[in-house]
């Protein structure tokens, strides 16, 4: 294997060496969510015609759970190897930044993916789902894991601590996420709350993915991928940037 082959094949190796945190465990989290809150809000919320509001949930929550996961593992993965010190035996290596982007990036992909998919394996006990559109799911799915994958690799690098860690996880990431429409239409919001969801990255990455299931969305899936193709070539720009000036890892 070449370099960025070798560092892909151990990050992927770092997740799932303990699979039953980093992939059941989320998909247990989406499990919950769904059983209670599509039990207790079925008969009292309708967002699409012909859809129930427990396949409604499906999508969002494993795009949720992708996305959360898929910055969890490079960010996790720099802060650890950082913290413990054994970071310096990465940078001995001839590996480019280039290198490094694709494969802490690419590791995030993969463990998006698996997440998302543990999601639907299990929902699909539970509710119905459709598969409308197919490539949509998988453009969005791969786009919305690479871009939380490279927002993940810049908070790891800013990162000195996990406490710094946690708190960008904890005021950025999850209100991003839970604020996206997860678990509604924004349709169903006031007006001023539209308008604020409309700036969220998160909400069309979610908006798009669940077109590619139900054919329907908040906004156009076009306008949704040309905003998260704009905000992945962003937050990429500004990964590279850092990685090739060594930002907090180059004495």
Do not use: C
């Not at 007006?191 to 990255?201: D, E």
């Amino acid at each position: 294997m070449t370099g960025w082959q070798t560092l892909l094949y151990k990050e992927v190796l770092r997740f799932w060496k303990v699979a039953f945190q980093t992939v059941a465990g989320p998909v247990l989290t989406a499990l919950l969510y769904l059983l209670i809150f599509g039990h207790a809000l079925e008969a009292h919320v309708k967002v699409y015609d012909r859809v129930s509001y427990s396949a409604f949930l499906v999508p969002g929550l494993a795009m949720m759970s992708l996305l959360q996961n898929a910055f969890a593992n490079s960010s996790s993965s720099l802060i650890m190897s950082k913290v413990m010190g054994n970071l310096v035996f990465l940078m001995l290596t001839p590996l480019s930044y280039l290198n490094w982007f694709v494969a802490y990036v690419g590791a995030s992909v993969i463990r998006g993916l698996v997440v998302g998919l543990g999601v639907f394996a299990v929902a699909a006990f539970f509710t119905e789902i459709s598969f409308v559109a197919p490539l949509w799911i998988i453009g969005f799915a791969v786009l919305g894991a690479a871009l939380m994958g490279t927002l993940g690799l810049i908070a790891g690098l800013w990162a000195e601590k996990f406490d710094q860690l946690a708190a960008f996880q904890n005021f950025v990431v999850m209100p991003m996420t839970f604020l996206s429409g997860v678990f509604y239409s924004i349709h169903s919001l006031p007006p001023f709350w539209q308008t604020v969801s409309h700036l969220n990255p998160f909400f069309y990455m979610i908006d798009g993915f669940r077109y590619g299931f139900f054919g329907v969305s908040d906004v156009s899936p076009w306008i949704s991928l040309g905003v998260v193709g704009v905000a992945l070539a962003l937050v990429a720009l500004v990964a590279l940037a850092l990685l090739r000036s060594g930002y907090k890892i180059r004495a």
